[in-house]
């Protein structure tokens, strides 16, 4: 089966400016949850969906936005990037209420 | 804000030694979750215990729950080197959101 997979690795982004991150779940899996972990820190949940709808949402403010996709794929969106949003991003795909199967992550640094 | 708090923040063991962290957390959870992080990359599930169970093992792993505590333990014995990694603990309510800790970082000395 194929795991779950993060595009891109690395991105370096300037302040202000907007960036996507793809995220492809693991086969099989309709829950899909967004995660940002700063440096020395533990992840922080962002949102979750289920079914292409969201299903629960942390506390970050609405510049972070997010979909998933008729094939459980998803997106995470953020807009007017500011510096303390460089972290790693990290995409987990489950079924609703099992344990997450992460990606690798997508290391975003904001200039 | 996290709702799981790791102990130790660091530990650094000999190879062949017990490793053991806790973790606290503060509100009613159904399971908690231990993950483990390798160098930045993607987490990876260890292991899960159920708020009504109080103790589990899965291989060198051997997980503890004392809900009137509110807290937890990871003991990983006959430490190796490829154990050095972050270990996270993981708890969540009856809404499926996994909150972590900040971890505990493993160094395994060859």
């Known amino acids: 089966e194929t795991g779950v997979t993060q595009s891109p690795t690395h991105l370096i982004k300037t302040r202000g400016q907007q960036v996507t991150l793809r995220c492809s779940s693991q086969?099989?899996?309709?829950?899909v949850s967004w995660y940002q972990q700063a440096l020395g820190q533990g992840p922080q949940f962002i949102f979750q969906?289920?079914?292409?709808?969201?299903?629960g949402r942390g506390n970050f403010p609405p510049r972070f936005s997010g979909l998933q996709f008729p094939n459980y794929s998803s997106e995470l969106n953020v807009n007017a990037l500011e510096l303390d949003d460089s972290a790693l991003y990290l995409c987990a795909s489950s079924l609703l209420g099992t344990p997450l199967h992460f990606g690798n992550g997508t290391r975003l640094t904001v200039t | 804000s996290q709702q799981g708090e790791e102990d130790p923040q660091a530990l650094s063991i000999q190879e062949g030694e017990n490793a053991t962290m806790n973790c606290s957390y503060k509100t009613s959870i159904n399971n908690l979750q231990w993950y483990r992080q390798n160098s930045g990359r993607g987490l990876v599930h260890l292991i899960l215990?159920?708020?009504?169970?109080r103790e589990k093992h899965s291989g060198r792993l051997r997980v503890t729950l004392d809900t009137s505590k509110k807290s937890s333990s990871l003991l990983i014995t006959a430490s190796r080197a490829a154990d050095t990694a972050s270990y996270f603990c993981a708890t969540d309510g009856s809404d499926y959101k996994l909150s972590f800790g900040a971890g505990t970082t493993v160094t395994v000395r060859a």
């Open positions: 215990i159920r708020s009504n169970e």
């Open positions: 086969s099989g899996h309709n829950t």
């Open positions: 969906y289920y079914r292409e709808e969201e299903n």
